[in-house]
């Protein structure tokens, strides 16, 4: 057999036959389901440590700083393994929920410390006019500083959520069928290395690409109010 | 109106204010002059709590605001404040620049704010740009709005800290034209500056302080002219060139 008839029956054993694409494609849909909520509650759970992170009450920092730090110094792997089986053992939910729930108590803490730094780059002379005005802290907080800080953010938020999707890769640890564990089944399936794993590179690859390209759309939409 | 005893204010080690004693009362304009890092900011910042003070009280209408269980929020908004680099909030236009504040907190409805910042804005004559963001404003044109969103809250008292320093010199006129015509109008009015003309034209009192104290006090020609404290001697001479 030449070369390229070669290719052409590897790509076919490995993506057509049995319809193994099919399996790749509900990986996608996997591995953008968890992602999608992983991200939405690591914000929800970054902005609060964040806040914790800032407020003036010693027991609140070191809520904050307890939780990045072991956020932080421990795998992702493990954090998984443990909310799936230890935290998670005894209740009978979506897999792929407690997945994203993992995953989005670990983005916290990195989104936390992204959240931190927005904030703190205001000038602390817009809290000052929001104070003086007579505006609480809280309404300072959420019509001043987050409006500003949120634009600066952004390219950092869009780099933590890029991150994020990849970390996923591993929800194979706990039985998901998500992009990288459809290509490693298939690869079992076929004796087949090169094009299933090629192939699950080039679905994240492009996966990302296009996010990006959404990202970048998006932040020149927030800037656009921004008249200089 | 305003009542300051025997305050104290140190930044770690530094005595910022070393025991300031004074009164201001109702349709006053006084004047604060003094040199760079005498306290004179520090002083001003005090009075709304934007710094605390170590030692002293501060009375608000005959009430003490720096001690625990007082709202401060709710005595702020009897206290204007315009700041030397004018703090607009770059996200937000000038209409709601000046009507974020009254509507939330619960001041006005949306519709009397608005009506009262068009009011605001032909005051200090830039009604044109309700609509415009602060970035595409000149720094005149944004103190005047600064000033604006400060009234919009109805204060009885309006704290100005250097509120000319950050501008180009041909804007400073503009600032001081609004002014004026505030004090005028009989505003209650704290103003640290080095304008010595607005402080002779329409302060009824001038403070000089240096190092933490009130050095000088009195009527502002009389003590711009005849100084009787060296040291406010050696400032003005400094000052007035």
Known sequence: MGFWADVSDTFYRCFLNEDRYKLLLSGIGVTIKVSLLAVFLGMIIGFLIALCNLSKKRSLNTIGKVYTDVIRGTPSVTQLMIIYFVVFATINWSKWIIAAIAFGINSGAYVSEIIRAGILSIDRGQTEAGRSLGLTAKQTMLYIIVPQAVKNIFPAMGNEFITLIKETAIVGYVGLMDIQKAGDFIKSATYEAFMPLVGTAVIYFLLIKLLTILLGRYEKHLRRSEVR | ?241
Do not use: W
Request: proline content about 4%; some cysteine.
């Open chain 2, 1 to 241: 109106m305003i009542k300051v005893e025997n305050l104290y204010k140190r930044f770690d080690d530094n005595e910022v204010l070393s025991g300031i004693t004074e009164e201001i009362n109702e349709g006053e304009v006084v004047v604060v002059i003094g040199p760079s890092g005498s306290g004179k900011s520090t002083f001003l910042r005090c009075l709304n709590l934007l710094e605390t003070p170590d030692e002293g009280e501060v009375y608000i209408d005959g009430e003490q605001i720096n001690q625990k269980g007082v709202d401060v929020d709710r005595l702020r908004q009897k206290m204007g404040m315009v700041f030397q680099h004018f703090n607009l909030f770059p996200h937000l236009t000038v209409l709601e620049n000046i009507t974020l504040a009254p509507v939330r907190t619960g001041r006005m409805n949306m519709e009397q704010a608005r009506s009262k910042a068009a009011e605001l804005l032909e005051k200090v004559g830039l009604s044109e740009k309700a609509g415009a963001y602060p970035a595409s404003l000149s720094g005149g044109q944004k103190q005047r709005i600064a000033i604006a969103r400060a009234l919009a809250m109805e204060p009885e008292i309006l704290l100005f800290d250097e509120p000319t320093s950050a501008l180009d010199p041909e804007m400073v006129g503009e600032v001081l034209d609004v002014m004026k015509n505030l004090a005028k109008s009989g505003m209650t009015m704290v103003v640290v500056t080095h304008e010595m003309g607005f402080a002779r034209e329409v302060g009824t009192r001038l403070l000089f302080i240096d190092e933490g104290k009130v050095l000088e006090r009195g009527i502002p020609d009389e003590v711009l002219s005849h100084p009787k404290q060296e040291r406010t001697q050696a400032f003005l001479s400094k000052v007035l060139v």
